[in-house]
C-alpha cells in the first residue's frame, strides 16, 4: 500500500543483526511501486511480483516475492502437511483445525474431506498414482484413502505412539511409518499387515526416508527370508531422524544397522539427495550433508540459524528446507 511500511532484518551468524524497514512511495512512471530502504539496505529491481533487497556491508541480497496465488479458504489454522500429486492436478493438507482435506492445486476449490482419523493428522502424502493418500496421525493410525471418493480403504494399527512420517517404498505394494514409540515398521498395502519392525530406537522417529543405496555399501543379510509380500525392499536403506540426537540408516531388507551418526540435537527430518548424499536437519538448526559410505564426519554443516529445521526437500542441484521461529 502507497505509504505502507515493512520491517526488515538481516543476520549473519556470529554477528549483530541489522535492522531496516522497506517504505512505499507511490507509483513510478511504469507503474511498478517504488520502494525505498532505510539506512544500510538498498532496493534493487522492482516489479510488481518480487522486490530484490540487499545489504551491501554483510555483501548479501534476497528476492521476495509475491504469492502466485493464495488459498485461504482450505482450513482455519495452522496448515501441518501437504502434499501435491505427480499429474500436480490435486492438493492435500492436515492442520491443527483437525482437518485433513483434499483439493484442486489450480485454484483451492474443496474436493473431499477425509474423516476417520482422532486427534491431530501429523503426515499425509499421494501414493506415485495420485489417486491414492497415504495418513499417518497422533491416533497411532496409518490410514489409505481413495482420493476419488475420500473412502478410508485400509487402516494399519500395531504403533502404541503417534505416527509422525511415512514413506513408501516404489509403486506403494509396501508403505512405511515411523512413531513416537521408537520403531519404524512396514506394512503390507494389499493385505493391510504389519511385515515387520525395521528399527526400534528406544526414542521417537521424527522422520524417516527411503532410498536405493550405493552399489558399494553393505546393507547386511536378513537373519530369516523376507515375506514374498515384500515388494521393492532390496538394495534400499531407510534413514531414521531420532529425538536422541541420533540419525541411523537401516538395511530395508536386512533390518541391520548400517550407520549411526550423532549430531548437536534432535534429528526433525532427513532426505536422499543422491544414493550416496544425504541431508538431515536438527532442532538446533543444523542442516547435516553426509555421504552413506562414510558418515564418521559430515561433507558439511550449513548453520543459517538457530531455528529448527523442520523438513527438506531435493530441489535440482541442491535443496530446500524449512525452519520454525
Not at 77 to 84: P, R
Not at 131 to 137: M, P, W
Request: proline share 4%.
Amino acid at each position: 500500500r502507497d505509504e505502507g511500511e515493512a520491517w526488515l532484518s538481516c543476520r549473519s551468524p556470529g554477528k549483530p543483526t541489522l535492522y531496516g524497514s522497506l517504505t512505499r512511495r507511490g507509483l513510478s512512471t511504469e507503474g511498478v511501486p517504488d520502494i525505498a530502504a532505510s539506512e544500510g539496505f538498498v532496493v534493487g529491481e522492482v516489479t510488481k511480483k518480487s522486490i530484490l533487497v540487499s545489504c551491501p556491508h554483510e555483501n548479501v541480497s534476497t528476492k521476495f516475492l509475491a504469492p502466485y496465488t493464495t488459498f485461504s479458504r482450505i482450513h482455519q489454522k495452522s496448515v501441518t502437511c501437504l502434499d501435491i500429486s505427480s499429474g500436480g492436478g490435486l492438493g492435500v493438507s492436515t492442520s491443527t483445525d483437525g482437518t485433513m482435506k483434499i483439493w484442486q492445486a489450480a485454484n483451492g476449490e474443496i474436493r473431499r474431506q477425509l474423516e476417520g482419523h482422532v486427534y491431530d493428522v501429523n503426515c499425509c502424502r499421494f501414493f506415485p498414482s495420485g489417486l491414492v493418500v497415504l495418513s499417518g496421525g497422533m491416533d497411532a493410525q496409518l490410514k489409505i484413502w481413495s482420493a476419488e471418493d475420500a473412502s478410508c480403504v485400509v487402516t494399519f494399527k500395531g504403533h502404541k505412539g503417534g505416527i509422525l512420517d511415512t514413506a513408501i517404498v516404489d509403486r506403494g505394494r509396501n508403505v512405511l511409518s515411523c512413531s513416537r514409540d521408537g520403531t519404524a515398521r512396514l506394512w503390507d498395502c494389499g493385505k493391510s499387515a504389519c511385515l515387520g519392525v525395521i528399527a526400534d530406537c528406544a526414542s521417537p522417529v521424527n522422520g524417516i526416508a527411503v532410498g536405493a543405496a550405493d552399489n558399494s555399501l553393505n546393507l547386511g543379510s536378513p537373519e530369516k527370508p523376507p515375506s514374498e509380500r515384500e515388494i521393492g525392499t532390496e538394495g534400499k536403506i531407510l534413514l531414521l531422524a531420532r529425538e536422541d540426537k541420533k540419525l541411523q540408516g537401516v538395511g530395508l531388507q536386512s533390518r541391520q544397522p548400517v550407520f549411526l551418526f550423532v549430531g548437536s540435537d534432535a534429528f526433525n527430518c532427513c532426505t536422499f539427495l543422491s544414493s550416496t548424499y544425504l541431508l538431515a536437519g536438527t532442532q538446533d538448526g543444523n542442516i547435516y550433508q553426509l555421504d552413506v559410505r562414510n558418515t564418521n564426519s559430515p561433507i558439511q554443516v550449513i548453520h543459517r540459524s538457530g531455528a529448527p529445521v523442520l523438513s527438506l526437500l531435493p530441489y535440482r542441484d541442491g535443496f530446500i528446507a524449512s525452519q520454525g521461529k
